[in-house]
């Protein structure tokens, strides 16, 4: 079972997916030259900090889970754990940098919002 932090998935909702697997930049580089024409370059391994972009891909949460999703991304602002299964686990924070760190559309348009919410994405930084 899919946990994040103290929010199960239930068996019945569709998986969370790791969206941005295979986009992790694990080594950061720099350039620049100096007034004299030297080149220096400057290359790191990163530890933390990689984003983790995970989701329901085109399926869908219950409204119940993302509104819980929802709150716990608007009140928790220190890490947390999150386990995708199969021995994926992660310390993460959330991710707010560049808008909401819980997206998604309902999957009918209705006034209160429909029961299930599709295209689910999570944002998170690996601490």
Avoid: C, Y
């Avoid at 993302?66 to 199969?86: E, P, R, V």
């Avoid at 998604?104 to 348009?109: C, Q």
């Amino acid at each position: 079972m899919q946990q994040i932090d103290t929010i199960p998935l239930s068996d019945n909702e569709a998986q969370l997916l790791w969206l941005n697997r295979n986009e992790q930049q694990t080594v950061f580089s720099t350039s620049k030259r100096a007034s004299n024409g030297a080149f220096h370059f400057f290359t790191a391994q990163v530890s933390s900090g990689l984003p983790l972009l995970i989701g329901t891909g085109s399926s869908g949460l219950s409204r119940a889970t993302f509104a819980a999703l929802q709150a716990h991304a608007n009140s928790t602002l220190g890490q947390f754990n999150i386990d995708l299964g199969g021995g994926e686990t992660f310390t993460v924070v959330w991710d707010t940098t560049s808008g909401p760190a819980v997206t998604g559309k309902d999957l009918f348009d209705e006034v209160g919002g429909h029961a299930l919410v599709t295209e689910v994405q999570l944002k998170f930084f690996t601490v």
